[in-house]
């Protein structure tokens, strides 16, 4: 063969292109934990089967141990929600320079990226920059930046993004490298949930226009692949500028290969939104971008299987390969657990889970009776109503020779252990006798401060018809028996109002939806608005006690925006309650009735219940069983 004979034969083996590799990611989430670290729960003082990040710490081993190629990421709302994250917070703050029981477990689940929600800014914003810095892994937030930055230039809190580079096996057996960026996002809302924490000190931008901004700068950066967690729930309808829930609208933003979101404690995929337009619930998929949503408090773990591809001379996902699925740790329908908690995580935080208990179990008054929130959507209700009194013992000290102080004094207060999407479990159930500290957190789960706003009568009217959104429009010549909850509805956002009375006319249609706009002007849900007897007057000036989310704007309460804030209190709602009960030292839980459901003639109105409220029927003659569904419901 002739020399240039052999250079075209090789020249022409060189301009054939290789072999086109494939590699498989998998990408785990946890998200909304809470503080619920291990499978204990705090109110009942028990073990349980149901939740706990040590479950979900078997799941995540089971998880890596099939594929090679996986990237653990925590979506926020991790360091508030159970007694163990007051413990550390506010009862025995974790020392300067020790770890946050958290970031402890979550380092030795080897996390490698987090992001920031909510609930993080409870404590206040030098608690969540303290209790983070512990984190061996970095956190990311895109649209929560400094209050003095440019809108051209923000500065961000947290990075916005990281690109996070691994060296993974191919499908043929070779190592790769592959970057992987991970983008963060919360709910803009957190500067109204908690506006006396991060006003004038951070603000939050929309969601979507800051993945817009990023994704493109990830992509730059060299991002094979872009993921986006956001602490957001996925909307049904338009979404409007600086959305609560934005996932829809995230998943149609450019360049964005998965999404891992949160906040609003659903299941996705799950038949709940097997309804949604831009939904495969085979695939798990949004616009047809892989997604998970992994519950809350540890229940579930959320997986994404992507299949990467190098056929352009550099890896891309091959969306229509991608996959998503659930993983729980705990069968609903046969009640059982479906695996065991990971005992390392345990030892990690014995000592402060220790401490909690024994803080908890600290006796400070006696009930004659049960208290219970198993009917408090349906019935006047003491759990509620214990709530409301503690709030009007505070406000009326708190008032006292003020310029409001003759004003009519009202408290606002709402269920919120109330089964639905937290289990047929999730109840108030204290039994007559000792009442500890335990009982407290299970009335107030939230880390809230009081506050009393000034209202009109109009106002207060509204408030209402806006809690009243939580029932089903009921037609009196429908069928017999009809639905009464409507279960999209949040329980913490059913506000009852101690002080005046009223029926509730679930015939009618809500005069609100549920982000508080106007859907009917003419309909009213709220009949008979009395304060001392008489009809309020729209005209007529009232004071409210409530908590910092709702006078914030929390719940999107029509009139509420935190401007008609009087009294800007800073104890928290559960210690006020914790001094009225340890004051009454032995207390009577009845509830007054000072609000009722209208009768509709003709139609019996159904709904859920926890079943442990089969004990306590006989306190109330309005409600009785139909069927135990034998699952805990």
């Known amino acids: 063969m002739s020399l240039r004979s052999r250079s075209l034969l090789l020249l022409l083996a060189t301009a054939l292109p290789l072999q086109a590799a494939t590699l498989k990611l998998r990408l785990l989430e946890t998200t909304d934990v809470h503080m619920n670290l291990l499978a204990h729960d705090y109110y009942v003082d ?28 925590d979506n926020g709302d991790l360091i508030q929600g159970s007694p163990l994250g007051d413990q550390v917070a506010t009862v025995a703050p974790f020392e300067a320079g020790a770890l946050h029981p958290a970031m402890k477990v979550l380092n030795a689940l080897r996390v490698d ?26 956190y ?78 990830m992509r730059a950066a060299g991002a094979d692949v872009v993921v986006a967690v956001p602490h957001s729930g996925l909307e049904f309808g338009t979404t409007v500028l600086f959305a609560e829930n934005s996932v829809a609208k995230l998943a149609q933003v450019p360049g964005i290969d998965a999404i891992l979101f949160g906040h609003s404690h659903g299941e996705f ?206 037609d009196p010549s429908g069928a017999a028996e009809q639905n009464l909850i409507n279960d999209a509805f949040r329980t913490y956002n059913f506000d009852v109002l101690d002080g005046v009375s009223y029926a509730i006319d679930v015939t009618q249609p809500p005069r609100f939806d549920a982000n508080g706009r106007l859907l009917n002007a003419q309909a009213r849900r709220i009949v008979d608005l009395r304060h001392g007897g008489r009809p309020v007057d729209d005209a007529a000036e009232f004071l409210v006690v409530t908590n910092n989310y709702r006078a914030s704007g929390g719940g999107n309460f029509a009139g509420l925006d935190g401007t008609q804030i009087v009294v800007d209190g800073q104890d928290e709602n559960r210690q006020a309650l914790a001094q009225f009960l340890s004051s009454a030292r032995s207390f009577d839980p009845s509830a007054d009735g000072n609000w009722r459901l209208a009768p509709v003639a003709g139609v019996k109105l159904r709904f859920l219940s926890g079943a442990g409220g089969l004990a306590h029927l006989a306190r109330y003659p309005q409600i009785r069983a139909v069927k135990d569904n034998g699952d805990g419901s």
């Open 113 to 138: 990226a987090g992001n920031v929600g909510n609930h993080e800014f409870n404590y206040g914003l030098p608690f969540v920059q303290r209790a983070l810095s512990g984190a061996a892994f970095p």
């Open 140 to 217: 990311v937030s895109a649209n929560l930046v400094h209050a003095d930055s440019p809108d051209d230039a923000p500065r961000h809190v947290f990075k916005p993004w990281v690109l996070l580079e691994r060296q993974w096996v191919d499908d043929d057996g070779r190592m790769r490298s592959v970057k992987v960026g991970v983008i963060g996002f919360l709910p803009p809302q957190v500067m109204l949930w908690d506006r006396s924490h991060l006003l004038g000190k951070v603000r939050a931008l929309d969601i979507a226009d800051a993945a817009r901004r990023h994704v493109p700068e």
């Open 269 to 474: 995929p799950g038949t709940f939104f097997g309804r949604h337009p831009a939904v495969d619930l085979a695939r798990g998929s949004i616009h047809g971008v892989p997604a998970v949503m992994a519950g809350a408090w540890g229940s579930h773990l959320g997986v994404v299987d992507l299949v990467l591809s190098d056929t352009s001379g550099r890896w891309q996902v091959q969306r229509e390969l991608g996959r998503a699925h659930l993983r729980p740790v705990y069968d609903k329908a046969a009640r059982k657990a479906l695996v065991e908690p990971d005992p390392a995580i345990a030892a990690l935080v014995a000592r402060e889970h220790d401490a909690t208990r024994t803080h908890m179990a600290a006796e400070i008054a006696r009930t004659t009776a049960p208290v219970t929130s198993y009917f408090a959507q349906v019935a006047d209700d003491p759990s509620v109503q214990l709530v409301s009194q503690a709030q009007l013992a505070w406000a009326r000290a708190a008032l006292k020779g003020t310029p409001h102080e003759a004003l009519p004094l009202l408290s606002a207060a709402a269920p919120f252990k109330a089964g639905g999407r937290m289990g047929w479990g999730y109840y108030t159930d204290m039994p007559a006798g000792p009442v500890a500290l335990r009982h407290i957190a299970s009335l107030y789960i939230y880390p809230n401060t009081i506050k009393v706003v000034k209202i009109s009568g109009a106002r207060l009217r509204d408030w209402l018809e806006m809690s009243a959104g939580q029932f089903n429009r009921i």
């Open 46 to 73: 028990q073990p349980t089967a149901e939740f706990g990040l040590a479950r979900t710490a078997t799941l995540i081993r089971a998880a890596r141990a099939e594929s090679p190629n996986t990237l653990l990421l």
